[in-house]
């Protein structure tokens, strides 16, 4: 299997690394998983509702950036790929500078700001630290985020992944901090990881550059971004929704019980993110070398065809597996499980139209990117609410109704490819929706018929392969004989 996967990511570069940022992505995903539930042994259901709470600052407090990072890693690589080589290093020099004086500059004021009101006591000091730790955490993401996108973006993939692999390292350090001091460890593991991810980019991505604002590229970096900010606030907001929901028709403590479903959601779609960020490069490379829709659209199938295979088989995993691990290692948390099966199922179908949407970014269609957004975010938010009143408060309610909504923008934006980008709604479904609804029935069915997790997740995983090796048979042979 893992044959296979190199070999079909190796289609996108002629080497191995892709692969490798992949498996290290895998890797890192599958640690923050686990380290997401040893912390919930330390950590009541309430605390963590706490820290699901004080995110929500660090979440919105990223859009600081104004659309200047949404733009720099959808121009960057086009610069890079048509060759103009001075071109990029000004839009990169401008765009670092902006993000450290903007995001430096606001976390000192959110510190001083809770300063001030713990001096007033106005409010739950756990709160207040939670805070201060997610200003200081969010300045440290971005300028870590910027060096992991430029250094993917100048296709230094290896480099990429080992880094990654450094920062999965401090979560075992994180993991006895969290055993030490509890809620406040969750917020010093994250901080750890994130710091020293910038220090292992200071050489690579930071070194180099130039301290320096150049107004009018700004300016333009920032309108051309703007769009895409505005996409990404509406995406977090879709993913604030459920939050709001269970706070304000249920409580605090359900909202700690959900994070089982929203970690299996989150750390699950890390890969095939990664997986569709690469693949965002070589369609930005793409289509910067030959400005062909066609071409674009061709990339983007195959590309998608290998993340549907991908996600599959990582749902089925997750899908077996996250009853046992909850029950064994967090038993205070087993009412969070059926809503996080419930997630895991949607993202099957949602993840693969990653690639698809990427089209839209790189042909710069902000107006369908908007729509899709807005459609995501009204859905969610109905579709949640409608299931409350109908099913009862419940988290599994929540669950369904963003399922819901992220299966319906599945459609919403195959529609808009076969509108935007003349794509034959035939092939984006073969190559995704198609193949994945066959892998969630077979799951749905052998953990409904098997009362032992394992051996229904054997079945599946035999049923799986065997429908995979017959509809992409020409292929496998194609790629085990080393042909593309």
């Not at 979440?59 to 959808?74: D, E, P, V």
């Not at 739950?124 to 939670?130: A, C, Q, S, T």
């Not at 499980?337 to 269609?365: D, H, K, M, S, W």
């Not at 749905?444 to 017959?470: D, E, K, M, Q, R």
Request: aromatic share 14%.
């Amino acid at each position: 299997m893992f044959v296979i996967l190199k070999r079909l990511l190796n289609l996108t570069q002629k080497s191995g690394d892709y692969f490798y940022y992949v498996l290290a992505t895998v890797m890192n995903s599958g640690f923050h998983f686990i380290y997401s539930m040893y912390v919930k042994a330390y950590v009541a259901p309430l605390e963590y509702g706490m820290y699901s709470t004080c995110l929500l600052m660090q979440t919105y407090l990223t859009y600081i950036q104004l659309g200047s990072m949404n733009a720099f890693n959808r121009d960057y690589p086009q610069l890079l790929g048509a060759g103009k080589t001075l071109d990029a290093k000004r839009y990169r020099d401008t765009t670092f500078t902006f993000l450290f004086l903007a995001f430096s500059t606001a976390c000192i004021i959110i510190c001083i700001v809770l300063f001030i009101m713990h001096c007033k006591g106005a409010v739950d000091i756990r709160y207040l630290i939670g805070f201060a730790f997610c200003a200081v955490t969010t300045f440290v993401t971005i300028i870590e985020n910027f060096g992991a996108n430029r250094s993917r973006a100048e296709g230094k993939i290896k480099f990429v992944s080992s880094v990654i692999l450094v920062e999965m390292a401090t979560l075992l350090i994180g993991a006895l901090i969290v055993a030490k001091i509890g809620y406040y460890g969750i917020y010093v593991t994250t901080l750890l990881g994130m710091f020293t991810g910038v220090i292992c980019y200071m050489n690579r991505s930071y070194g180099d550059i130039s301290f320096v604002i150049d107004n009018k590229l700004l300016a333009s970096i920032l309108i051309s971004g703007l769009p895409l900010l505005v996409n990404g606030l509406i995406w977090t907001i879709v993913n604030s929704i459920e939050k709001f929901i269970i706070i304000g028709f249920i409580n605090t403590e359900a909202l700690g019980l959900y994070a089982i479903a929203q970690n299996a959601f989150t750390y699950m779609v890390l890969v095939p993110t990664a997986i569709s960020q690469l693949f965002y490069v070589k369609m930005g490379r793409v289509y910067g070398e030959t400005k062909e829709v066609k071409v674009l659209n061709e990339t983007a199938i195959r590309f998608t065809g290998i993340l549907a295979v991908v996600v599959s088989y990582l749902c089925v995993f997750a899908f077996f597996l996250s009853p046992l691990l909850v029950e064994k290692l967090m038993p205070n948390y087993m009412g969070g499980i059926r809503a996080a099966q419930i997630l895991i199922l949607g993202l099957a179908v949602y993840a693969p139209t990653l690639v698809n949407g990427n089209i839209l970014t790189i042909l710069r269609e902000n107006s369908a990117i908007l729509r899709s957004s807005l459609y995501l975010c009204a859905l969610n938010t109905v579709c949640s609410c409608m299931y409350i009143l109908i099913f009862g408060p419940k988290i599994e309610s929540v669950a369904l109704g963003t399922v819901t909504a992220y299966i319906s923008r599945t459609f919403i934006i195959i529609y808009q490819l076969k509108i935007c980008a003349n794509c034959k709604v035939s092939a984006l479904m073969k190559c995704s929706v198609y193949p994945v609804l066959v892998v969630i029935f077979v799951t749905v069915v052998s953990y409904s018929t098997f009362n032992n997790c394992i051996i229904g997740l054997c079945i599946s995983l035999l049923l799986i392969t065997l429908f995979y090796i017959a509809i992409y048979r020409s292929q496998i042979k194609k790629l085990l004989k080393g042909g593309e």
